[in-house]
């Protein structure tokens, strides 16, 4: 088991660099949303666009969202550790992510709307407690993505050693 490190400057240049490559990512994805929001109102302002078909804006929506989670996801993977770049930016791990966080999302919304009563119990400070349980949760899917990546990786490292060591002999 070796550990490969940055440097703190190294590692300081790269955190800053994902911050704002992706609160660039984010502020483009809210202006395209806002913008397909514009368009479909002022569609159906003319008459092009009825109420029938008001469903094609929500689904742009969801998609730009879906796109910003998993292109965040695998940002976050691929210039997290150093042996990221040796890896694809497209990777399962981000897939699988992706897919969790958006059923938890949805399940999490169902059980706080249905079943959680924390400020019945906490008062205003449940907001807080939900807020810190649905980021604990989401935590935890991120480290589940990444522990699929490095143990893929690894097993890909490993096959291809024993290649070479097949094919030196």
Known sequence: HSITNRSIFRQYAVALGVSIML?????LVVI??????FSITELKR?????????????LGSYIALIVLIYTVVA???YFG???GKDTRFLSIGATLTTILFIVTTYLFGIYINNFATYNQLYGSIGALLIMMVYI????????????LNASLYRLK?????????????
Do not use: C
Not at 32 to 37: E, I, S
Not at 46 to 58: A, F, K
């Open 23 to 27: 609160a660039l990512l984010l502020l």
């Open 136 to 147: 604990w949760l989401n935590a935890n899917l991120l480290l589940l993505g990444f522990e």
């Open 32 to 37: 395209a949303v806002l913008y397909l929001q």
């Open 81 to 83: 550790t150093k042996e």
């Open 46 to 58: 003319r008459g092009i666009v009825n109420e029938d078909n008001l469903w094609i804006s929500q």
């Open 157 to 169: 490292r490993r096959r291809d050693y024993k290649k070479a060591q097949l094919s030196s002999n």
């Open 75 to 77: 940002t976050l993977y």
